[in-house]
């Protein structure tokens, strides 16, 4: 990450590899799972966070306009939101295994129509 040169260098992970890219600031970066080892906290750790307080500044305090961070300012609208749709259960199929076999290769043909 280099603010001064507005540009920024990721690695991100491809079929068979890794590549280097090299962005220009600002970007939106995300993160895959399984980036890392997440780490747990310890009984103590949990006991003392509790105690913490957490600070909280206002805008001005920041020295940050608020027009400068209202939705009208922002470069990336908020277009739409939606969750997906609910999925079917699955199904378990029982019995005589060349019974069973005959039937999945039907629900696949006849209802999933993948084969």
Not at 68 to 97: H, K, M, N, T, Y
């Amino acid at each position: 990450l280099d603010p001064a040169s507005k540009l920024a260098k990721a690695k991100r992970e491809v079929e068979g590899g890794a590549e280097l890219v090299e962005f220009s600031l600002p970007a939106v970066i995300t993160a895959q799972k399984g980036l890392n080892e997440p780490r747990y906290a310890s009984l103590k750790g949990i006991m003392a966070v509790k105690k913490k307080v957490i600070p909280e500044w206002t805008l001005a305090e920041l020295g940050v306009d608020p027009g400068s961070v209202s939705e009208s300012a922002a470069s990336v609208r908020f277009v739409e939101f939606s969750l997906p749709p609910p999925r079917q259960a699955g199904r378990i199929l029982e019995g005589d295994p060349k019974d069973t076999a005959r039937e999945l290769v039907r629900i696949l043909h006849e209802e999933a129509k993948v084969i």
